[in-house]
Every structure is written in structure tokens, then in C-alpha cells.
């Protein structure tokens, strides 16, 4: 691209553009930080390995002495290549990377610093009541990503491309790849654990689609 193109493309970034820019990057980034810090203070200590790439670096920080933030980036690196090599949509990458940065970096600042701050990590000793509440705050944060266009990476991206090739819907290739990492969940962790990260799924997904589309309404007419 010469000089001049990219001056131009300077100039006509408008003010309301720059807005909507800045807005979608806060967007972003509170949505991520927000899946950081329900999956360090719940799903981590806990081990909920609640499906996709969250559950794969849960299940695989139990055999590698590495931290979970750079372990969930190092796993997202090939998933992003093959995400841009078949859907190709430059604006969907750079904001995925971008989430995928935020929540990595977010991640690795509250497991280090967490423990020190609070008098009490974990913050709760009831199992279920963190299941909940990892549930209620990756969900939302993950909804605010969904609104801003991008994604936290993950198995998201294989499920689509698969999607686009196979026509299968996108629902059941979700539940067939989160139910295969909470399978392995069970052999790693046991049963009690894998049936709470169950719930930690089904409670994101509402609490994304809250965030995503807001409360849902139903009207009847009588006739």
C-alpha cells in the first residue's frame, strides 16, 4: 500500500468513526477482562475445565509448569492461523487477537496477584456458588466481546470453519466439542468436578446471550 493511499484512508477517518473505533476497543477489553477474571477466580482454583481452549489450558496446567495466561495464548496461536487461512476476515482477526491478548495478559495479572490481595483465595469455599458466579461473569463477558464483533478465540474458530464446510449447525458442534473436553475433565479431575464445570457452560451461555441480545421478552395476543 503506497503512502498516499494510507494518507487517505487517514483523512477520511472520520470523528464518528474514531468513536465508534474506541468504543468497540473499550468494549472489548472490559468484556475480556471480565472472562479473565471469572475464569482466575473461579474456574481456575476449582479447576472447572468448562470446555474449549479455557478448559483444554485448565486440563494442561496440571502437566506443564507454565502460566495459564501464556498457555491459553500459546494454544490460541495455531487455532488463529487456521481461523484466518479459511475465514479471512481481516477486521474478525485483529479483533480476536486482540481479545485473545487482553484476556491472556488479564488472566496471568490476577492468578499472580489475587492470592496476595485477598485475605481469603479462593474467594469462596462452595464449589457450586463458584461454578455460578464463573459462569454469570465469563458469560457476560463474553457477550460484550460477541457485541463488539470479535471472539476470545478458542475452539469457536475450528467450529465455524467446520460449520461453513459440513452445513452442521453451529449449536451442536459447540456442545460436541465442549463435551469432549469435559470428558477428558472426568478422567483428569473426577466426576463431581466435571458435572460443576457443566453447569459453569450452561450458566455462560445464558448469561452470554443476556449480554449479547438483553433480557428476553415474551408477548402474547389474545384473539
Request: aromatic content about 10%; hydrophobic content about 50%; glycine content about 10%.
Amino acid at each position: 500500500m503506497s503512502k498516499n493511499r494510507i494518507f487517505k484512508d487517514l483523512r477520511s477517518f472520520s470523528p464518528d468513526q474514531f468513536l465508534q473505533t474506541m468504543k468497540t476497543i473499550l468494549t472489548m477489553s472490559a468484556g475480556a477482562v471480565m472472562v479473565a477474571m471469572g475464569f482466575s477466580l473461579f474456574q481456575v482454583p476449582y479447576n472447572l475445565a468448562a470446555g474449549g481452549v479455557t478448559g483444554i489450558t485448565i486440563i494442561l496446567r496440571n502437566f506443564i509448569d507454565l502460566p495459564s495466561g501464556v498457555l491459553y495464548l500459546i494454544l490460541n496461536v495455531p487455532l488463529l492461523i487456521i481461523g484466518f487461512r479459511y475465514l479471512g476476515r481481516w477486521g474478525f482477526l485483529i479483533r480476536t487477537i486482540f481479545a485473545v491478548l487482553v484476556f491472556s495478559a488479564a488472566t496471568d495479572f490476577f492468578t499472580f496477584t489475587m492470592p496476595k490481595v485477598l485475605k481469603d483465595y479462593p474467594i469462596t469455599d462452595d464449589m457450586l456458588l463458584g461454578s455460578i458466579y464463573a459462569g454469570l461473569i465469563t458469560g457476560i463477558g463474553s457477550g460484550l466481546i460477541d457485541r463488539a464483533g470479535g471472539t476470545i478465540g478458542g475452539t469457536s474458530m475450528i467450529s465455524r470453519i467446520i460449520q461453513r464446510k459440513s452445513g452442521i449447525p453451529l449449536s451442536q458442534l459447540y456442545l460436541t466439542v465442549d463435551g469432549t473436553i469435559i470428558l477428558v475433565a472426568v478422567f483428569t479431575f473426577g466426576w463431581e468436578i466435571a458435572l460443576h464445570a457443566i453447569l459453569v457452560l450452561m450458566v455462560c451461555g445464558m448469561a452470554s446471550d443476556f449480554a449479547l441480545e438483553g433480557p428476553s421478552v415474551v408477548r402474547t395476543a389474545s384473539i
